[in-house]
């Protein structure tokens, strides 16, 4: 059986954040292969990347690192932040859907009083 | 904390660090080279083709055991329990249930994580989440469990184990060659074997729906 908190508490060490930086800046390997990724490999990436937010939410002070003393806390700090990032979105979207269909009505407006 | 103790954690620390490094090797690359017996073996992803192959073979054992009325489907499997009073779909309402109650748990600790909520409001809703963790995973064992005989769970074994023995290869001086000419010979390759070429497979393919 597949330990995941071992794979969690590998993907939060300093040496795979730091690893997964370099690689996005310097378009580097991340694994010793570059495609042909196995499941474990794409889920242990996952949690980079899980980790890798979090890790930025604190730097930037969106969150203390009390979210990083439990595997609880950083999922549901992670579902938390994901549903008010969409509804964020969604509403952005909205906005722009209506000022977009505002300018569009104006113009036909004009359009039409040609 | 006696010396007793310390030397316990000190013991689980190091366990902890050996298995973080067999972790570590296994994630590094998708190929997987390991000793046993004084053989060494070669384990790497399936190729299309390999994927392919095994998938013909799946359709095959589903036919084969289609045909066998020893095997029985999830559904008639689901039938019999509930002739014997067992409702394995409610197992599954429970598990859903469980699941969005957690959940709505979890987004209220997010909350108040995010907002520097004190300690003692932290702990309480991670404790009734952990009760609601252990509760599902309960549930889900059982429900593995009652299914495990099922027509597609053997299908799905015999697939993991066809792909193992189509990938698994030996070292012969120089030169990597299959591990086993024929699917009878991995079937009677040492337990100790076949298991831990398993594992690799699994963790390589994950569930092999291809």
Redesign the interface.
């Known amino acids: 059986m597949l330990n995941y908190t071992l794979l969690r508490k590998l993907a939060k060490t300093p040496h795979y954040q730091d690893l997964y930086n370099l690689c996005k800046e310097l378009k580097m390997n991340f694994f010793e292969n570059n495609s042909q990724l196995t499941s474990i490999q794409i889920t242990f990436l996952k949690y980079v990347c899980f980790y890798y937010s979090i890790f930025m939410d604190v730097s930037i002070g969106d969150v203390s690192e009390r979210v990083l003393e439990d595997e609880i806390y950083e999922d549901s700090y992670a579902l938390y932040k994901n549903k008010k990032d969409k509804k964020t979105y969604k509403q952005g979207t909205q906005q722009n859907t209506e000022e977009n269909i505002g300018r569009t009505s104006k113009w036909l407006f004009k359009s039409q009083r040609k | 904390m006696t010396e007793e103790t310390k030397a316990e954690a000190a013991m689980s620390k190091m366990k902890?660090l050996l298995?973080?490094n067999d972790?570590?090797n296994?994630?590094?690359?998708?190929?997987q080279t390991f000793d046993l017996d004084e053989v060494t073996y070669r384990l790497k992803?399936p190729t299309y083709k390999q994927r392919q192959e095994a998938y013909k073979k799946r359709i095959e054992k589903y036919t084969e055991f289609l045909k066998d009325k020893s095997y029985l489907l999830e559904e008639d499997l689901k039938k019999l329990y509930l002739e014997r009073g067992l409702d394995t779909d409610e197992i599954l309402k429970m598990i859903k249930n469980k699941g969005d109650r957690r959940?709505s748990i979890?987004?209220q600790?997010?909350?108040a994580?995010?907002h520097?909520a004190p300690d003692n409001e932290?702990e309480t809703?991670?404790e009734e989440?952990?009760l609601l963790n252990d509760e599902i995973q309960q549930l889900s064992i059982k429900r593995t469990v009652l299914f495990d005989t099922s027509l597609e769970q053997q299908v799905m074994i015999h697939t993991i184990s066809y792909l193992t023995y189509l990938i698994t290869e030996k070292k012969e001086g120089e030169n990597w060659v299959r591990a086993w000419n024929t699917y009878d010979e991995f079937e009677n390759a040492p337990e100790k074997l076949i298991n831990h070429t398993t594992y690799y497979v699994t963790?390589?393919?994950?569930t092999p729906d291809f």
Do not use: F, W
């Open positions: 902890e298995d973080m972790l570590e296994i994630i590094q690359s998708n190929e992803k959940n979890m987004l600790l997010g909350e994580i995010a520097n932290l809703l991670k989440i952990k963790l390589m393919s994950g």
